[in-house]
């Protein structure tokens, strides 16, 4: 999460939401998560735990590639 907020910091075009999944169940239960941190990318590219910073921009790019 942190990373994603640093990148929205740093480009106008980033936006990042932090959400505590115990707090919206609603959520946790539309995007199933079963760990945590979840990450969502534009709804298309989603993945479970701690990521390289290598690994989070390549599932950034992805989402952001794909039509």
């Known amino acids: 999460m942190r ?3 640093h990148m929205a910091v ?3 075009r980033v ?3 932090a959400i505590e999944a115990t707090e ?3 959520l946790s ?3 199933q998560v ?3 941190p979840k990450v969502v990318i534009n709804d298309r590219v989603q993945f479970e735990g701690a990521v390289p910073e290598k690994d989070f921009l390549g599932a950034v ?3 952001v590639s794909e039509p």
Do not use: D, I, K
């Open 24 to 26: 919206f169940p609603e």
């Open 34 to 36: 079963m760990g945590v």
């Open 29 to 31: 239960r539309a995007y």
């Open 61 to 63: 790019l992805q989402a």
């Open 3 to 5: 990373l994603a907020q």
């Open 10 to 12: 740093a480009s106008e």
């Open 15 to 17: 936006r990042s939401t």
